[in-house]
């Protein structure tokens, strides 16, 4: 079993039966956003607390599926566990208002970073890098993702398209200290 579907199946483990075996026959025939969708209905439909890292962990296996502007709505709905939390989900949306301005140092030409996963620790920030569309849309999909300074003016890591599990990962391991959230 790979650590794609370990994860997986922890998070449906978090639903009652027979939602969380929904959830596992998904990932067993290929229909992962359709069980990222149950998942998150059955999360919420249930009130099951979860805590920020969870949440952040579903947020990065819907970008991965490509399901993330679509679910982050609902992602954010879902109950937290009131537990201290060394990670935040930074998303609002997708929608064109919300869509940031250039950071410092951002060419106007270049990606716009957008600020994704925090870690409370360190204040270190994981960000999509998207590209701004002619009509002033950022693009659906993000070029690549970088972990921030706190400033969020220094690019510490960068990690190319489709690594956002990586990218998330690296956030993790970024502070030496250990999580009471995982």
């Known amino acids: 079993m790979t650590d794609d579907a370990a994860a997986w199946n922890r998070l449906a483990a978090l639903l009652p039966e027979p939602e969380a075996q929904e959830v596992r026959d998904c990932w067993n025939i290929g229909e992962q956003e359709a069980g990222l969708g149950l998942l998150v209905s059955g999360l919420l439909v249930h009130q099951v607390p979860i805590s920020e890292t969870v949440r952040a962990q579903i947020s990065v296996l819907a970008e991965t599926w490509g399901e993330r502007e679509a679910l982050t709505p609902r992602i954010l709905q879902c109950r937290g566990d009131d537990a201290p939390a060394n990670l935040k989900l930074l998303e609002h949306g997708g929608a064109s208002d919300d869509q940031p301005a250039l ?22 920030v994981l960000m999509r890098a998207h590209s701004r569309e002619g009509w002033g849309d950022l693009s659906y999909l993000a070029h690549h993702y970088v972990i921030t300074s706190p400033d969020l003016a220094t690019t510490s890591r960068t990690f190319p398209v489709q690594s ?19």
Do not use: H, S
């Not at 950071?103 to 270190?124: K, S, Y």
């Open 103 to 124: 950071g410092p140092g951002q060419d106007p030409a270049g990606p716009v970073l957008v600020p994704w996963i925090a870690c409370t620790r360190c204040d270190q």
């Open 164 to 182: 956002a599990g990586v990218a998330f990962a690296a956030l993790l391991e970024e502070c030496a200290e250990p999580t009471n959230d995982r």
